[in-house]
């Protein structure tokens, strides 16, 4: 239950555009800037833009603000026109295949999830042909549909929004299930990734979860990447592995001092988790070899024995 990728997490393999929609009142929050709350020590609008990173072109419906990547932005005309008028917006703005359409409000969407989405709806129930669906939704644990935590087929998505446009004169005011009533979807059921924060306690209830012990690290390097701008899957039980070598070894403050040194020596040589892997086995191995000459049957392993003073 945490919103970080483990190392080597796999990307969607095929192009595909995203649309998040982060405008909206928030009445249930009192009017907040509901995505620029933060879970996690970052504004809930930059988590899930770090979920959908991979994107070709990102399109966030909103008024513009400062976030954690460069986006295109987009407005519903008039604004607050609703989802399915944001929705019509932001799709303007893409020319992919595929488009993962999101609210701004997941704390808990990943990567992974956003590529499981994308797979279900490329595969279908077979590579190609008519049993391929207009799109896959996640579905809370209530089993209650998320069409905006879900990847569609983008001229299905046209299609159906020019049918609106065409009964009603437009999609403003107009809610979104009459648009995925028109459509053939696949659903997955996903407690934590479809979880949005729509009240003050659910908000407390995502800051909550992340500081839970099996999520916290992850969270915290998820956190330092985004704020320092690195795009690199850390295998942190490594890094862990080599503070503690030389915490156990050396002495501990010998620990943030050498996983610094592990992360610039790795920088250096170009970057990358093979550089990091080979730059952490070089520093434990040393750790290891300074631990072992102070044990007490410590032997020297190289170079002649000392010899006595012949004085």
């Known amino acids: 239950m945490t919103a970080s990728e483990p190392p080597g997490t796999p990307g969607p393999a095929a192009p595909y555009d995203a649309v998040v929609l982060a405008g909206g009142a928030a009445r249930r929050l009192g009017g907040a800037d509901k ?3 933060r879970v996690g020590g970052r504004p809930l609008l930059d988590r899930v833009l770090a979920a959908c990173a991979t994107a070709t072109t990102t399109v966030v419906v909103a008024e513009p603000r400062e976030t954690v990547r460069p986006v ?3 407005r519903e005309d008039p604004p607050g026109g609703g989802p399915l008028a944001a929705l019509d917006a932001g799709l303007r703005h893409t020319s992919a295949e595929h488009v993962v359409v999101l609210s701004a409000d997941l704390p808990f969407l990943t990567r992974a999830t956003v590529g499981r989405l994308l797979d279900a709806l490329r595969t279908g129930d077979a590579p190609k042909g008519p049993t391929q669906p207009d799109g896959v939704l996640l ?3 209530d089993g209650r549909d998320q069409p905006l935590v879900a990847a569609y087929r983008a001229d299905a998505l046209r299609r159906e929004l020019a049918a609106l446009t065409a009964a009603h004169g437009g999609v403003t005011g107009l809610p ?3 648009l995925t009533a028109a459509l053939d ?3 997955i059921s996903d407690p934590v990734a479809s979880f949005d924060c729509d009240t003050w306690d659910d908000i407390a209830a995502a800051r909550a979860r992340i500081r839970e012990h099996g999520n916290v690290l992850d969270e915290w390097i998820s956190a330092v990447k985004d704020e320092l701008g690195i795009d690199l899957d850390v295998d942190t ?3 862990l592995d080599v503070a503690r070598d030389a ?8 620990a943030p001092l050498t996983t610094f040194l592990v992360g610039y020596a790795a920088a250096q040589a170009g970057g ?3 550089a990091v892997a080979e730059a952490s086995r070089k520093a434990a191995a040393l750790a290891l070899r300074w631990a072992a000459e102070d044990a007490p049957d410590a032997k020297p392993t190289s170079g002649a024995e000392p010899t006595p003073d012949a004085g």
């Not at 915490?247 to 010998?254: C, E, F, K, Q, Y």
């Open 237 to 239: 039980g490594l890094l």
């Open 72 to 74: 295109e932005w987009a």
């Open 272 to 274: 990358g988790p093979e």
């Open 35 to 37: 995505p620029g709350l």
């Open 176 to 178: 979104l299930r009459r």
């Open 247 to 254: 915490a156990h070894g050396v002495a501990r403050p010998a």
């Open 139 to 141: 579905t809370d644990p």
């Open 185 to 187: 979807l696949t659903r």
